[in-house]
């Protein structure tokens, strides 16, 4: 079953945020420090939960806006607990999203994936989702002035 999010959800979505980044966060004792974020990503965002016998099973996060040529989307985060991997859910809840997305005139989803997960890559590959020549860059700023490098 996939639903909205509840605010009684958060600490669930924690859990997974923390189970799909588990190599950044693998050395928190506690997941507090993700519960303001999430609270406040609830509030400006589309959540989708995904339920497995009354479960938490994963969660997408996505919000809609007036792109450049045409309204858009944007999937922040989909994330499944590594126990519900591989049955569907992650398919289940992008279906859900594109369909919410057509009822609301959205011409156009946009996400982010990393290079290197080539299980993301594959998913999204097979529901059409292509690249799109973006290449994201990033620096990281350590003090100084910037204008001599």
């Known amino acids: ?12 979505i924690a859990q997974i945020y923390a189970d799909a980044y588990s190599e950044i966060h693998q050395k928190e004792s506690s997941l507090d420090f993700l519960i303001p974020e999430i609270s ?14 009354g ?4 969660v997408i996060i996505y ?22 991997r591989r049955n569907g859910i ?20 946009l996400l982010d994936v990393n290079s290197k997960s080539s299980k993301a890559r594959a998913l999204y590959n ?6 799109n020549g973006m290449i994201q860059m990033e620096k990281e700023l350590t003090g100084g002035d910037s204008s001599s490098q």
């Not at 639903?3 to 958060?10: E, N, S, T």
């Open 1 to 12: 079953m996939i639903r909205k999010a509840v605010p009684a959800d958060i600490e669930k």
């Open 40 to 53: 406040q990503d609830l509030k400006e965002n589309e959540f989708r939960i995904a339920e497995v016998d």
């Open 55 to 58: 479960k938490v099973a994963g």
């Open 63 to 84: 919000y809609t806006y007036q792109g450049y040529d045409e309204p858009t989307a944007y999937l922040k985060f989909l994330g499944i607990l590594e126990e519900f």
């Open 90 to 109: 992650g398919k289940s809840l992008i279906n859900t999203m594109e369909s919410e997305c057509r009822t609301k005139g959205i011409k156009k989803i």
């Open 126 to 131: 097979s529901l059409g989702y292509a690249e």
